[in-house]
């Protein structure tokens, strides 16, 4: 075929098929604005979600702020220092540390010497009385001591960060009430090389603790430690 003859042929196929080759055409320009559309469409949820989020995130740390300038609110009409809640707050968890932490008759005993010179707790006070009483020992004749608490392999120390929560306030002497969590074990884990948590008993203890402005406390008393002991699968 000639280029004469050609030009003629393919007018006649446009000719044809003109129906066809238009619908073609229009369906191509539908199937671009609609990918466009929906890109478009993506593109605008997407940003809107961005903003939902962005707005959620902006209600919670409003929420937040406005919760803790309440809490702040209360604790200044209570006369509440967050500098001494702070300060009263370290000096607990020292005096906590002290009390439950220990591994035989000595030092148990050693701890609670601790709080009478650290703490100025005596002899007659009542939390060194009833919750923590001098430890059982029987004495030889040569006077060595056998503490009961090394009879039966007695450990103990102070588990999570204790709660603390301070229920008055007068003329800066603060009252608390903590609840502390006493981790008890016995020389088993090592002996018998079993698992610590098979012989590991986690107990709550509740405490009431008065301190004064210059940190001295007084007033400690305690509920005995309750709770389960926990095993091991």
Same mark, same amino acid.
């Given at each position: 075929?000639?280029?004469?003859?050609?030009?003629?042929?393919?007018?006649?196929?446009?000719?044809?098929?003109?129906?066809?080759? +238009?619908?073609?055409?229009?369906?191509?320009?539908?199937?671009?604005? +609609?990918?466009?559309?929906?890109?478009?469409? /993506?593109?605008?949820?997407? *940003? /809107?979600?961005?903003?939902?989020?962005?707005? *959620?995130?902006?209600?919670?740390?409003?929420?937040?702020?406005?919760?803790?300038?309440?809490? +702040?609110?209360?604790?200044?009409?209570?006369?509440? @220092?967050?500098?001494?809640? @702070?300060?009263?707050?370290?000096?607990?968890?020292?005096?906590?540390?002290?009390?439950?932490?220990?591994?035989?008759? /000595?030092?148990?005993?050693?701890?609670?010497?601790?709080?009478?010179?650290?703490?100025?707790?005596?002899?007659?006070?009542?939390?060194?009385?009833?919750?923590?009483p001098p430890s059982r020992f029987n004495e030889d004749s040569q006077?060595?001591?056998?503490?009961?608490?090394?009879?039966?392999?007695?450990?103990?120390?102070?588990?999570?960060?204790?709660?603390?929560? +301070?229920?008055?306030?007068?003329?800066?002497?603060?009252?608390?009430?903590?609840?502390?969590?006493? *981790?008890?074990?016995?020389?088993?884990?090592?002996?018998?090389?079993?698992?610590?948590? @098979?012989?590991?008993?986690?107990?709550?203890?509740?405490?009431?603790?008065?301190?004064?402005? /210059?940190?001295?406390? @007084?007033?400690?008393?305690?509920?005995?430690?309750?709770? *389960?002991?926990?095993?091991?699968?």
């Open positions: 075929m000639t280029e004469l003859t050609a030009a003629p042929a393919r007018q006649g196929f446009f000719r044809r098929n003109a129906r066809v080759l +238009a619908t073609a055409a229009v369906l191509a320009v539908v199937a671009t604005v +609609a990918g466009a559309t929906w890109s478009g469409q /993506q593109a605008a949820l997407a *940003e /809107q979600q961005a903003k939902i989020q962005d707005a *959620e995130g902006r209600l919670t740390g409003i929420q937040k702020k406005n919760a803790e300038q309440v809490n +702040a609110d209360l604790m200044a009409a209570l006369g509440v @220092s967050q500098n001494r809640l @702070s300060t009263d707050g370290e000096r607990i968890k020292s005096l906590l540390s002290t009390a439950f932490t220990w591994d035989s008759g /000595q030092g148990y005993e050693a701890a609670r010497e601790g709080l009478k010179s650290r703490f100025g707790l005596t002899e007659d006070d009542a939390f060194l009385k009833s919750f923590m006077g060595r001591r056998y503490y009961y608490i090394d009879t039966v392999g007695l450990n103990s120390s102070l588990g999570a960060d204790p709660d603390i929560e +301070a229920v008055d306030a007068k003329a800066g002497v603060y009252t608390y009430a903590v609840l502390a969590d006493v *981790e008890a074990t016995s020389d088993a884990v090592s002996q018998n090389k079993a698992s610590k948590a @098979s012989v590991t008993a986690h107990r709550r203890a509740l405490l009431f603790i008065t301190v004064d402005a /210059q940190g001295k406390v @007084s007033d400690l008393s305690g509920v005995p430690a309750s709770g *389960e002991t926990r095993h091991s699968g």
